[in-house]
């Protein structure tokens, strides 16, 4: 009976160490200030989060995935119940879902946003590269 108390108590034990050390983290996480990254050449406004970004098409450089989503979707022609929507490596497409939960769709244009071959060559993505590599 007392070997049970005690693993509890281990248990207990670790679970508020660890608590302790993550609420930690997130206040000096809190306490640093936000230094952008770049700007969007597309609204002007600061990127903080470079590894959202995708490039801008003209001058390869970082712009908000916002922005460049809103971008496609101008540009596209759509019909009603089609949509916009990300389907990665720096392509989007125009789908038609089947259903009204949006779990089913159809893709009935596939956009190409970035070229996958020239992605290895901007700057801004080999500094991000390295410092994820760092962690």
């Not at 108590?9 to 608590?19: E, H, V």
């Not at 969007?40 to 490039?55: H, M, N, Q, T």
Request: hydrophobic residues 35%.
């Amino acid at each position: 009976m007392s070997d049970g108390n005690r693993d509890s108590s281990r248990r207990r034990g670790r679970g508020r160490w660890y608590r302790g050390k993550n609420t930690g983290e997130a206040r000096k996480a809190e306490a640093r200030p936000q230094v952008p990254a770049a700007v969007c050449p597309l609204c002007g406004e600061p990127i903080y989060d470079l590894s959202s970004a995708l490039a801008e098409k003209e001058t390869n450089l970082p712009a908000h995935f916002d922005c460049v989503l809103a971008r496609v979707a101008a540009a596209e022609e759509l019909e009603s119940g089609e949509k916009v929507v990300y389907i990665g490596a720096g392509n989007f497409a125009v789908v038609q879902f089947r259903d009204r939960n949006e779990n089913a769709f159809t893709v009935k244009r596939r956009i190409s946003w970035e070229n996958e071959k020239e992605k290895d060559k901007r700057e801004w993505r080999k500094a991000l590269s390295q410092r994820v590599q760092m962690l």
